[in-house]
T-cell receptor, first 114, second 111 residues
Framework: KAGVTQTPRYLIKTRGQQVTLSCSPI?????VSWYQQTPGQGLQFLFE???????NKGNFPGRFSGRQFSNSRSEMNVSTLELGDSALYLC?????????????FGPGTRLTVL | KQEVTQIPAALSVPEGENLVLNCSFT??????LQWFRQDPGKGLTSLLL?????REQTSGRLNASLDKSSGRSTLYIAASQPGDSATYLC??????????FGKGTKLTVNP
């Protein structure tokens, strides 16, 4: 069974631009979560989607948004990029929205904002 | 607010040594705790998931324990190998249902 895939793997953008990251969960998984990883803050939760609905959200500004499609694939969008948005963005999938389920992570998208 | 702490931040051991990584959390009302491994520049690999009702889980040379009442978990690695070198992260899932991560322990196993 294929794992979680994320595209693109690397991105370079300039301040003020916007970016869209994509995540395809493990086949059969319906819950997708997004995390930001930086050297200073570590791993921080962005949001979680289940059945095309956002069911949980972290403490990030409104510039960070996401959505989930009917096939469970998810996209994350960051508008008006800032230098501090440079990070590894990780997507995780789990079977359903239940808290007991194991989360499986993708390889991440490395975003560099210049 | 849940806080997760991992000590030590870095650990260097000779090959073959048994070692223990520590994780503590402030709010004991958790659903589960998950240990991950992260290689440089890569994503997270799930190692073990311990539900709140469990005391330990084992996978190969890895054994994780959970003491929910004291807010502690340990990851025991037996007979360490150079390939075990990585950053180990623990994460708890509590009432907010989001994973809260520690900053990790960077492990180096020297041949």
């Amino acid at each position: 069974k294929a794992g979680v895939t994320q595209t693109p793997r690397y991105l370079i953008k300039t301040r003020g631009q916007q970016v869209t990251l994509s995540c395809s969960p493990i086949s059969g998984h319906r819950s997708v979560s997004w995390y930001q990883q930086t050297p200073g803050q570590g791993l921080q939760f962005l949001f979680e989607y289940f059945s095309e609905t956002q069911r949980n959200k972290g403490n990030f500004p409104g510039r960070f948004s996401g959505r989930q499609f009917s096939n469970s694939r998810s996209e994350m969008n960051v508008s008006t990029l800032e230098l501090g948005d440079s990070a590894l963005y990780l997507c995780a999938s789990s079977l359903d929205g239940l808290a007991r389920n194991e989360q499986f992570f993708g390889p991440g998208t490395r975003l560099t904002v210049l | 607010k849940q806080e997760v702490t991992q000590i030590p931040a870095a650990l260097s051991v000779p090959e073959g040594e048994n070692l223990v990584l520590n994780c503590s959390f402030t709010d004991s009302a958790i659903y589960n705790l998950q240990w991950f491994r992260q290689d440089p520049g890569k994503g997270l690999t799930s190692l073990l998931l311990i539900q709140s009702s469990q005391r330990e889980q084992t996978s190969g040379r890895l054994n994780a324990s959970l003491d929910k009442s004291s807010g502690r978990s340990t990851l025991y690695i037996a007979a360490s190998q150079p390939g075990d070198s990585a950053t180990y992260l623990c994460a708890v899932r509590g009432g907010s249902e989001k994973l809260v991560f520690g900053k990790g322990t960077k492990l180096t196993v020297n041949p």
